[in-house]
C-alpha cells in the first residue's frame, strides 16, 4: 500500500501527529509526512552534522542512542494516515478503519521496514495487531514496546 495523501492534506496530519507527539516540533512531522508522501521513509535526522566524518561518528556503534520513542510512533502513525489517503483530518483511528485492519499492518511494517531494515524483526506481528486495537496512536504503542525490549529496555529509545 502506497502513500496516498494530497498535499493539501499535509497540515492536517501534522496537526494530528502533534496533538499525540509534542516533543516533536511542528517541522520535523512535516518533513516526516512530505517525506512519506514521495516514497522516502526513512526519518529526518534531528541535527544535520557538516561533514562526512562528523555523520559517520555520529551514526557509530558506540556514539548513536538510536531514535526516539515519538520519532518512531509518529512516522508509523503518518503511515497509516498517508496510506487512507483522505482521512488526514479525522486522524489515525479513522484512517485504520478506512484502509482496514490488514491493509494498516501491511503499511506498519512497510514504514519499520524502510526505517530500520533488518531490526525490523523485533517487532511481531501480535504485537502490530494488539498496537492497532490500541485507544491511542498504535504507532506509539509499537515504539513503546519495541524499546521496551531494545538492547537498552525503556530509555525512551529503540537501539538497534
Known sequence: ????????DVDAVVEVLKSEYPDLSEDYL???????RHGNYSLP????????RARSAMFSKNNWKGITVSQMGA????????ASG????????F???KIGKKAAKKVIVKAIQAIVGGAAGKVTSTVVGKAL???????YYIAKYWDAHDKYP???RINF
Not at 86 to 93: D, H, Q
Open 45 to 52: 535526522s534531528e541535527s544535520q552534522p557538516s561533514s562526512t
Open 1 to 8: 500500500m502506497e502513500n496516498r495523501l494530497a498535499a493539501e
Open 86 to 93: 483522505g482521512a488526514a483530518s479525522l486522524g489515525v483511528k
Open 75 to 82: 512516522a508509523i502513525d503518518a503511515a497509516i494516515i498517508g
Open 95 to 97: 484512517a485504520i478503519k
Open 133 to 139: 486495537d490500541y485507544a491511542g496512536s498504535p504507532g
Open 154 to 156: 525503556k530509555n525512551g
Open 30 to 36: 512535516r518533513e516526516i509526512v512530505n517525506n512519506q
